[in-house]
T-cell receptor, first 110, second 113 residues
Framework: EDQVTQSPEALRLQEGESSSLNCSYT??????LFWYRQDPGKGPEFLFT???AGEEKEKERLKATLTKKESFLHITAPKPEDSATYLC???????????FGTGTRLQVFP | DAGVIQSPRHEVTEMGQEVTLRCKPI?????LFWYRQTMMRGLELLIY????????DSGMPEDRFSAKMPNASFSTLKIQPSEPRDSAVYFC???????????FGPGTRLLVL
């Protein structure tokens, strides 16, 4: 069965304190791995898609990387406005739907 | 582009009442997904459509839930009768031609008293 696990569940950072969020997966055939950001009271917002091991994508203070077993979302010098829940999801050859992890709730304090 | 549109944004109803949630996907998208999100269970896929045809409804909790997509620009999720445990945020999302990337609406926050 395809599975996605995110860690940690919650992360508290001081402004400027860099860190990484983890998304590990076990799937039969990966078509893509997605990262979303969700702010309270809003729908998930698409950030990145990664398709193959070794691929990296960046957006402002965020960088997503992918290996054959996991993905990392690196946050460099975070700011309070980066506070949100970050969701990862896998897209496989078995189905047209995304399989979501339970998310990491990030809080960045000034 | 207006993005995915959902209505209503908030719904408060009493147990036993019928609830209808509405969604307009992004124009040109051929996949539509309905999700439910709670603190306890996270984001759960309820059902998805491709070209207006339901493909997988295995996530629909029980017969009280039904979904339709009469045309490419409109879908409904109906709960009848509603129960307090249905209280959650319901999201609609759409995507194009199996590319995977789903774009979510703002959600409908449902409270069943």
């Amino acid at each position: 069965e395809d599975q996605v696990t995110q860690s940690p569940e919650a992360l508290r950072l001081q402004e400027g304190e860099s860190s990484s969020l983890n998304c590990s997966y076990t799937v039969s055939g990966l078509r893509g791995l997605f990262w979303y950001r969700q702010d309270p009271g809003k729908g998930p917002e698409f950030l990145f898609t990664l398709y193959s091991a070794g691929e990296e994508k960046e957006k402002e203070r965020l960088k997503a990387t992918l290996t054959k077993k996991e993905s990392f979302l690196h946050i460099t010098a975070p700011k309070p406005e980066d506070s949100a829940t970050y969701l990862c999801a896998v897209f496989t050859y078995n189905t047209d739907k995304l399989i979501f992890g339970t998310g990491t709730r990030l809080q960045v304090f000034p | 582009d207006a993005g995915v549109i959902q209505s209503p944004r908030h719904e408060v109803t009493e147990m036993g009442q019928e609830v209808t949630l509405r969604c307009k996907p992004i124009s040109g998208h051929d996949y539509l997904f309905w999700y439910r999100q709670t603190m306890m269970r996270g984001l759960e896929l309820l059902i998805y459509f491709n070209n207006n045809v339901p493909i997988d409804d295995s996530g629909m909790p029980e017969d009280r839930f039904s979904a339709k997509m009469p045309n490419a620009s409109f879908s409904t999720l109906k709960i009848q009768p509603s129960e307090p445990r249905d209280s959650a945020v319901y999201f609609c999302a759409s995507s194009f031609s199996g590319k995977g990337t789903q774009y979510f609406g703002p959600g409908t926050r449902l409270l069943v008293l």
